[in-house]
């Protein structure tokens, strides 16, 4: 079987599944990170080489992308006829490759669905043509897509199968205080979002932490990201004293974040996994002005951060382009720990509910696969 999961969301997210497989049975390979690998998948080209978001980025790593693409098709080729593929998100680079694998006779199923409710819908159309089933992760998202033809089922959210770490034992295994609130910074797991947001989120946890008696903050860093970014990283720890937490490979940071009283995060996953562990996110994202350009026509929400969409309201501070400024990350991030937490916190309460009885979407990702094979 192929799997290909192209960032670090999706790389967990596919290992759970992976896992739950009988590899005795089958032989499982593709694209994806130290995750899928620890899971027991065979990984022909690592997701760092494909990793890429927004229209620069995309051109920048062409040829790595490109060449990712040729390892994969390589690899299928030299295993002879394929049973059945697992495509994890990554929607542009996965739907070029469905084309490819359908032609081959190749049952897909394709796990964490495009954002259409939020932008270009129109790529429903030719996923529906290509994918067999998809085993979509939000609630309103199964109607959704079956209204434009796909089989798709609902199966809760890989963030719903975290066990969080109890409080107190990870803030004394990274040496937070009992006493005082401590700050999640966590940038993003892909090279651009580090660049662009962590800088600004150091300062403004340094502007908060000025005017509060004690505070304390912690890098988070993921697992995906390539060495050079690390070294970013490791840099900037330095130069602001704020100690860097390596999230692991196969549970991210989600299982950590019950440690931590908010959160300063990219906008993705982790605004979820913040929510979900009761640490309220300040989540901010930017792209350059040419993705933002090509993007911007296509929208179809006034709403971007996952807790947000989820609850239809601004119920958490989001801050995207020109208002993911320093001073307004400080301004949220000092209503988060004060005027406005007792709302915020009663917002990461309404958020597990809506899943409904969902918990285990790995396994039955992994019964979907079994069945077919």
Avoid at 18 to 29: K, S
Avoid at 138 to 152: I, N, Q, S, T
Wanted: with cysteine; net charge positive; charged share 25%.
């Amino acid at each position: 079987m192929l799997v290909v999961a192209g960032e670090a969301s999706g790389d967990r997210a596919a290992a759970s599944v992976v896992a739950r497989l009988d590899h005795d049975r089958m032989n499982v390979f593709g694209m994806g990170g130290d995750a899928l690998g620890q899971a027991g998948a065979e990984i022909v080209t690592h997701l760092q080489r494909a990793t890429a978001v927004g229209v620069g980025e995309v051109a920048r790593r062409g040829l790595s992308i490109w060449s990712a693409r040729q390892e994969i098709e390589r690899a299928v080729s030299a295993r002879g006829p394929l049973a059945a593929a697992l495509l994890v998100n990554y929607t542009e680079f996965n739907t070029s490759l469905a084309a490819w694998l359908k032609r081959r006779a190749v049952r897909i199923l394709w796990y964490i669905a495009p954002q259409i409710w939020a932008w270009r819908p129109g790529r429903s159309a030719r996923l529906a043509k290509l994918i067999d089933r998809m085993a979509v992760i939000l609630p309103f998202e199964e109607h959704l897509w079956r209204d434009r033809g796909v089989d798709a089922r609902y199966v809760g959210h890989p963030a719903l199968e975290d066990t969080t770490i109890d409080r107190a034992t990870v803030r004394a295994t990274f040496g937070l205080t009992s006493y005082a609130p401590a700050i999640a910074i966590l940038p993003g797991s892909r090279p651009h979002e580090v660049r662009e947001l962590l800088a600004p989120m150091l300062e403004a946890y340094e502007i908060v932490r000025r005017d509060r008696a004690s505070l304390d903050a912690r890098i988070i860093v993921a697992a995906s990201l390539d060495r050079e970014t690390v070294e970013l990283l490791e840099r900037a720890s330095r130069q602001s004293r704020v100690p860097l937490v390596r999230a692991d490979a196969t549970r991210g940071a989600g299982c950590l974040l019950g440690a931590f009283d908010a959160a300063l995060c990219a906008s993705g996953t982790a605004s979820l996994e913040a929510a979900l562990a009761g640490a309220p996110p300040v989540v901010s994202y930017r792209v350059g002005w040419v993705t933002e350009a090509v993007v911007r026509p296509f929208l179809q929400t006034d709403l971007f951060a996952l807790p947000n969409v989820l609850l239809k309201r601004r119920a958490f501070p989001e801050l995207m382009q020109r208002e993911a400024t320093v001073t307004n990350m400080a301004h949220a991030l000092s209503r988060a720990l004060g005027s406005e937490r007792h709302q915020m916190l009663a917002a990461c309460e309404e958020l597990r509910p809506l899943f409904g009885d969902r918990r285990e979407p790995s396994r039955e990702v992994a019964d979907m696969i079994t069945r077919w094979l």
